[in-house]
């Protein structure tokens, strides 16, 4: 079964971090560009991090910079979102997406309209 499969969400009190996971089932990551968005109870889904396909160009939401860190290992056919510094307004449910040959502007600002796939989802709370 083709699928992005997200792990690594969990309860952490403010200040703490965590490590999410974003892992290819059934295809390889190589040729996309991911993306981290999350979306908070009434709130709209928003772009938190991307990446390109070659790891060399990575963007993030102004609300994470200097907090978050993407990255990709393609030899284990994953991308990970390192989040440091949480705080309660980064609770949400996390998901990444994959799209191939994003453009530029797309890229940078996290918009992925044509995602050819979703992960389920994990939940991040932050809270004391």
């Known amino acids: 079964q083709l699928q992005l499969v997200e792990s690594g969400g969990g309860l952490v009190q403010p200040g703490g971090s965590l490590r999410l996971s974003c892992a290819a089932s059934?295809?390889?990551?190589?040729?996309?560009?991911i993306g981290w968005f999350r979306q908070a109870p009434g709130k709209e889904r928003e772009g938190v991090s991307c990446?390109?396909?070659?790891?060399?160009?990575?963007n993030y939401a102004d609300s994470v910079k200097g907090r978050f860190t993407i990255s990709r290992d393609n030899a284990k056919n994953t991308v990970y979102l390192q989040m440091n510094s949480l705080k309660p307004e980064d609770t949400a449910v996390y998901y990444c997406?994959?799209?191939?040959?994003?453009?530029?502007?797309?890229?940078?600002?996290?918009?992925?309209?044509?995602?050819?796939?979703w992960g389920q989802g994990t939940q991040v709370t932050v809270s004391s």
């Open positions: 997406a994959a799209q191939r040959r994003l453009p530029a502007l797309m890229l940078r600002l996290c918009v992925f309209p044509r995602a050819e796939y």
């Open positions: 990446i390109s396909s070659s790891g060399g160009n990575t």
């Open positions: 059934g295809f390889t990551l190589d040729d996309y560009d």
